[in-house]
């Protein structure tokens, strides 16, 4: 267990955007009761399992931003993720997060990344020794098309920071050379910014947390795949009742994310679902179900054809909790960000697929096998350096 305090002895610090959000709060509570109670959190990690070589100590400290004014202790109420009992007797450690307000939505990128810059700096004066790692948290936003040729000067005189308010935040931990993690389904992995990231040697990773049915679609559609069974459709059903969910019935929002739950199957069986039908047979709803909070609920039809095309199917209902998965993700990927850091790496890092639904960067790993394996790859480069 505390194999992961003895690989390196500097603290890591997870820097937020969107720090008062389900996910979000679960992380600072996390972080809370790691140092008190690792056997509450650890055990969880998948970097402390399988990858307990990683770099980055058992402290946990975070910092960010948000757009609401209510405290930390408010938002976690208000998600409801956390009984009382987990977090109470850290409230007073949870009040003393500093969590700077959003930059102002009417200035521009460049105004808004100058506002983030200067407030990491004042977070890595906190504490000089912690490694800093930017997760990006933000609700799934409006983003449609950026011109994938566009420069810096550009970015900074026409993008419309409502549709891209990760932006800000990216660049901004890019320029103070923080790694990025983008958690969300929200396109950021542009040239321009994959670019800058090279130029100043900051790794990033994305896209859009891969928690929980897509998760299991992966492993499910591995494994169907190795056994050369024909998926003829699935159909993935999804009901969450937190703000994440309710951000989702709106369909420009919804369409990256639905983008990135649908477009792995065809990816991973590499053939095209449905296509004997004249079109995709592989259906994601998402629907917005107040009654369940972040208890969210997902069912599975995998239908399927084996010898002389006979058809069988499977049913899965995963009753889940959206951020009680992802949390611990995010916390994973921080630690991975941190150490890939301290190896040079630079861009994107498409060897993180596993934890990813649309892994970003050259070739990614697409089926369960090979996303173990490319991990495993990773850490020997990793452990190298440590
Ligand atoms: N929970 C999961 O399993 C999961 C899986 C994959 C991806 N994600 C993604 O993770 C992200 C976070 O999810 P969540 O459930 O915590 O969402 P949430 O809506 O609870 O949290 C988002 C937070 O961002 C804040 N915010 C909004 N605009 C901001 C701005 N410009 N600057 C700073 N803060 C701002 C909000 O006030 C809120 O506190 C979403 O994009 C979601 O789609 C979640």
Redesign the pocket.
């Known amino acids: 267990m505390k194999s992961i305090e003895r690989s390196n002895s500097r603290p890591l610090m997870i820097l937020i ?8 709060s679960t992380v600072a509570v996390a972080a809370s009761v790691i140092n008190d109670c690792p056997e509450l959190i650890v055990p969880y990690l998948t970097t402390a399992n399988n990858l307990s070589t990683l770099g980055t100590s058992g402290t946990i400290l975070t910092a960010g ?4 004014n209510s405290t930390l202790v408010d ?1 976690i109420c208000h ?1 409801g993720v956390l009984s009382p009992q987990i977090w109470k007797p850290y409230e007073a450690q949870l009040l003393q997060i500093p969590i700077r307000p ?2 102002d ?1 009417s200035s521009g990128l460049k105004t808004q990344v100058e506002k983030i810059s200067k407030d990491i700096s004042h977070f890595k004066s906190l504490n000089p020794d912690a490694l800093p790692v930017m997760v990006n ?4 936003a409006l983003n449609t098309f950026l011109d994938d040729t566009i420069e810096l000067p550009d970015l900074y005189d026409n993008v419309d920071t409502e549709k891209f ?1 990760d932006l800000a ?1 990216v660049l901004a931990a890019i320029f103070s050379g923080v790694p990025v993690v983008n ?4 396109s950021v992995e542009f040239p321009v910014i994959c670019r800058e990231a090279e130029k100043r040697g900051v790794p990033i990773c994305g896209r ?5 049915q897509t998760y299991l679609k992966v492993v499910m559609a591995s494994a169907l795949k190795a056994r050369s069974l024909k998926v003829d459709g699935w159909y993935s059903l999804n009901i969450l009742g ?3 969910g309710k ?2 019935m709106n369909p420009g929002c919804a369409s990256g ?1 639905l983008a990135n739950k649908t477009e792995l199957l065809d990816d991973i069986l590499g053939y095209a679902v449905g296509e004997k039908y004249g079109t995709s047979t592989h259906k994601v709803v998402i629907d917005y179900y107040p009654p369940r909070g972040d208890a969210k609920e997902a069912w599975d039809v995998i239908d399927f054809n084996g010898l002389f095309g006979l058809p069988m199917s499977i049913r899965i209902n995963f009753l889940c909790r ?2 009680i ?2 949390a611990p993700l995010a916390i994973d990927l921080a630690r991975w960000m941190a150490a890939i850091g301290l190896t040079g790496r630079s861009g994107l890092i498409p060897e993180l697929g596993f934890y990813f ?1 649309k892994p970003m960067g050259i070739n990614p790993p697409l089926t369960f096998e090979q996303q173990i394996r490319a991990l495993q790859k990773l850490e020997n480069e990793c452990r190298q350096v440590q």
Do not use: E
């Open positions: 955007a969107g720090a008062k959000g389900a996910v979000a931003w948000d757009s609401q938002a998600h959003a930059p939505k948290l933000l609700p799934a308010p935040y958690f969300t389904p929200n859009d947390g891969k928690t929980g937190n703000d994440d951000n989702l994310k959206d951020s998965l992802a639904k």
